[in-house]
């Protein structure tokens, strides 16, 4: 599977599981919570598998920075949590990061 591929999945995962933790309530929730769990299990699976092929870090980088950004759009959409403007400011910082990485940086193979 191709490495992009296999963070790409790894990163929605995360996010349904993460999404999924406030409807868990604390895991007394059954559905909620076998989500939460296998979503963070497959996550980190695909997770380890990119870190065959990329720096640890750089990956991690992608991987937490995506799913901080979809985390809140997810979030801002379907609760209604809504984002001051340094908020918004932060997670253009977090975007702008991950562009940087990916774009210029010679750690991640292009």
């Given at each position: 599977?191709?490495?992009?591929?296999?963070?790409?999945?790894?990163?929605?995962?995360?996010?349904?599981?993460?999404?999924?933790?406030?409807?868990?309530?604390?895991?007394?929730?059954?559905?909620?919570?076998?989500?939460c769990?296998?979503?963070?299990?497959?996550?980190?699976y695909?997770?380890?598998l990119?870190?065959?092929?990329?720096?640890?870090?750089?990956?991690?980088?992608?991987?937490?920075?995506?799913?901080?950004?979809?985390?809140?759009?997810?979030?801002?959409?379907?609760?209604?949590?809504?984002?001051?403007?340094?908020?918004?400011?932060?997670?253009?910082?977090?975007?702008?990061?991950?562009?940087?990485?990916?774009?210029?940086?010679?750690?991640?193979?292009?």
């Amino acid at each position: 599977m191709n490495i992009a591929l296999m963070l790409g999945l790894a990163i929605l995962c995360e996010v349904v599981a993460t999404s999924a933790l406030r409807a868990a309530d604390g895991f007394t929730r059954p559905l909620p919570s076998l989500l939460c769990l296998v979503g963070y299990a497959v996550a980190i699976y695909l997770l380890s598998l990119t870190v065959r092929t990329l720096p640890t870090g750089i990956v991690y980088a992608i991987w937490s920075g995506l799913g901080i950004v979809l985390v809140a759009a997810l979030a801002w959409a379907r609760d209604g949590q809504r984002l001051d403007m340094p908020g918004m400011i932060g997670l253009g910082l977090i975007i702008a990061g991950i562009l940087v990485v990916n774009l210029l940086s010679k750690s991640v193979g292009h």
